[in-house]
C-alpha cells in the first residue's frame, strides 16, 4: 500500500527520475539504505523502488502507529517501528533481522534524523546511528546506498514554510531524482562499518545532486563543495 500509494501521489508533486537498479536479495538479505533531507524523501524513495519493482519493508518511526488507519496498514503489510531512545529501539533490529532472514528487503534511514537546516538546498548525509552496523554485523546482509536529492524542494524548514512548499508544488513541480548505487559489504568493527556505509550513501546522494541539480550548501559536512545551478 506504501509503495503504490507513494507511486501515484509522487509524480504530482514533481518529476521524478531513478537512476542504478536493485539486484535481488541473497541469502543473507539486502539493506537499503537512503539519504533522510525532508518529511517527503520516504515517499520519493518508495515511489523510485516501486519503479524498479521492490517493495521494502521499512523501518520508521514508532511514532507513524499512533495514527489509528495507518498504524494498521503498516503493522499489516510488515514495516517495522523505531521507539528511538528507549528500551525498546532494540526490538527493531530484533524485527528487521527477521525480515531479513525471510528474504525481505529492507529500508532504513541511519541518520535517524532530519536536518536542522531551513533552506531548500541538499547537503550530504549528517553521521550514522550504530543500528545499520550491528544489523549487518549480525545477519552479514549487503548494504545498497540510496542517494536521493530534490525532496527538500517539496517541503523543508518551518511547519508554515512545509505547508506551502507541499500546497504549490503541484504547480512547481519540482525535479526529484533517485539513485541506486552498487551493494557494499560493510567489514571491520561497528565505527567501520557505520564510516563504510555513510560514505556510500554520500556518494549516492552526490549522483542523484548532479543529476537533478540541486543546490547545495557552499560547504557540505567535511568537505569543499560549490553551490549547484539549478
Same mark, same amino acid.
Request: aromatic residues 0%.
Given at each position: 500500500m506504501l509503495s503504490r500509494t507513494a507511486a501515484s501521489l509522487v509524480p504530482l508533486f514533481g518529476r521524478l527520475s531513478v537512476?542504478? &537498479? $536493485? #539486484? *535481488? %536479495?541473497?541469502? =543473507?538479505?539486502?539493506?537499503? +539504505?537512503?539519504?533522510? &533531507?525532508s518529511l517527503t524523501d520516504p515517499a520519493v524513495v518508495l515511489a #523510485?523502488?516501486?519503479?524498479? !519493482?521492490v517493495r521494502p519493508v521499512v523501518m520508521a518511526t514508532a511514532g507513524l502507529w499512533r495514527v489509528p488507519w495507518l498504524g494498521r496498514a503498516l503493522d499489516g503489510e510488515?514495516?517495522?517501528?523505531v521507539a528511538r531512545g528507549t528500551a525498546?529501539? =532494540? #526490538? %527493531?533490529?530484533d524485527a528487521a533481522a527477521e525480515a531479513l532472514g525471510q528474504g525481505r528487503v529492507l529500508l532504513m534511514y541511519a541518520e535517524g534524523r532530519l536536518p536542522a537546516r531551513t533552506d531548500a538546498a541538499d547537503s550530504a548525509p549528517g553521521p550514522f546511528r550504530s543500528g545499520? %552496523?550491528?544489523? &549487518? /554485523? @549480525? &545477519?552479514? %546482509?549487503? +548494504?545498497v546506498p540510496v542517494g536521493q536529492a530534490g525532496a527538500r524542494r517539496i517541503s523543508s524548514g518551518s511547519t508554515v514554510k512545509q505547508l506551502a512548499g507541499v500546497a504549490t508544488a503541484p504547480l512547481r513541480r519540482p525535479s526529484l531524482h533517485v539513485h541506486v548505487g552498487a551493494p557494499v559489504r560493510l567489514t571491520g568493527d561497528v565505527a567501520a562499518r557505520t564510516d563504510q556505509a555513510r560514505a556510500a550513501v554520500t556518494d549516492a546522494w552526490r549522483t542523484a545532486? #548532479?543529476? $537533478?541539480? $540541486?543546490? +547545495? *550548501? $557552499?560547504? /557540505? *559536512? !567535511?568537505? @569543499?563543495? =560549490?553551490p549547484s545551478a539549478r
Open positions: 537512476t542504478g &537498479t $536493485v #539486484a *535481488p %536479495a541473497g541469502g =543473507s538479505g539486502t539493506v537499503l +539504505v537512503a539519504n533522510h &533531507t #523510485a523502488l516501486h519503479r524498479l !519493482g510488515g514495516h517495522i517501528p525498546r529501539a =532494540s #526490538a %527493531a533490529l545499520l %552496523a550491528r544489523l &549487518t /554485523e @549480525r &545477519t552479514g %546482509a549487503l +548494504v545532486a #548532479a543529476l $537533478v541539480q $540541486v543546490p +547545495v *550548501p $557552499v560547504r /557540505e *559536512p !567535511g568537505r @569543499r563543495s =560549490s
